[in-house]
């Protein structure tokens, strides 16, 4: 029973997730159209495709579902398994990946990246609400597993830090889904559980943004134009924040901000998602994303 009702927030979770991926993906390659289709809420045409995003929030549900915790080894194998080089992933993943399904160890493979500081890429943090889904009842539990989803690819304890932050926000918008929070009152209860840091510092300054732009929050705090995740959590849980409780709207403002959209996307659909639910993400979204795989 618990099980279930588990499984059944991961899954909603992994929706968000991956309709978000794929609408915020249709936007680089038409910048000069953003503000057209933003400003008119007009949907992108044809099917969006979703990227390394979904592909990775996918093993990580799939070793939740398994073995109802993260298992670094065999998360490690399920990323290099299901890698699909036409997904967009960050650089370093080429390289190592598919080093590791010939068998490497992932421990030595990340652990060397960036002068063996390992990666603060936003790849930790993109892929993670549904382990803040599945264990939403325990952000002890949150918080461990994120971490452990995050050191399999990223090292860097700002990686670990922007992962915990998407886990736990996924996390409190399931628990405050019937007793909602205040947009400050969400980032403040979410920053108790960052560890110190660049992207806690993010966090605090996120809730300065009040009475603010989308695009003016983004151009303070970055959303995702260096591809890291300190200039990419932050926006995202500032966009999370105000709107928790609006699925379409909560997309067309991420994406306003310009960066990393598929990924800043990600991120927010997989945290509404858990506030609105499987019913709060609209249909029409949803058929406008390819069908994922069988999980
Ligand atoms: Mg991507």
Not at 17 to 22: E, Y
């Amino acid at each position: 029973m618990t099980m279930d009702r588990k499984k059944e927030r991961l899954m909603e979770a992994l929706e968000g997730l991956s309709v978000g991926d794929a609408f915020g993906q249709n936007f680089f390659d038409a910048r000069k159209i953003i503000g057209g289709w933003e400003a008119k809420r007009e949907l992108p045409p044809g099917i969006w495709r979703y990227t390394d995003d979904t592909i990775t929030a996918i093993s990580i549900a799939e070793i939740l579902l398994e073995y109802d915790r993260v298992i670094q080894d065999e998360l490690a194998m399920r990323f290099a398994q299901s890698f699909d080089p036409a997904r967009g992933y960050g650089p370093s993943m080429y390289s190592t990946l598919p080093r590791i399904k010939r068998g490497e160890d992932w421990r030595v493979l990340f652990g060397s990246l960036f002068g063996g500081e390992g990666s603060f890429g936003n790849g930790a943090a993109m892929r993670v609400a549904p382990v803040g889904a599945y264990f939403a009842k325990d952000l002890d539990l949150v918080v461990e597993n994120a971490t452990l989803s995050a050191q399999v690819t990223h090292q860097h304890p700002e990686a670990t830090a922007g992962a915990i932050a998407v886990a736990v926000g996924a996390a409190i918008a399931y628990q405050t889904r019937q007793t909602p929070l205040k947009p400050n009152e969400f980032i403040e209860e979410l920053v108790t559980h960052v560890p110190e840091g660049d992207v806690k510092n993010g966090l605090r300054q996120a809730l300065e943004c009040n009475n603010m732009e989308t695009k003016a929050v983004a151009k303070l705090l970055g959303a995702g134009h260096r591809i890291t995740v300190q200039d990419t959590v932050p926006y995202v849980i500032w966009c999370a924040s105000r709107y928790l409780n609006d699925f379409e709207e909560a997309l067309w403002q991420t994406v306003s901000g310009g960066g990393d959209m598929d990924t800043t996307c990600a991120m927010v659909g997989g945290i509404v998602a858990c506030h609105v639910g499987g019913d709060g993400i609209p249909n029409k979204w949803i058929s406008k994303r390819e069908p994922l795989p069988d999980i």
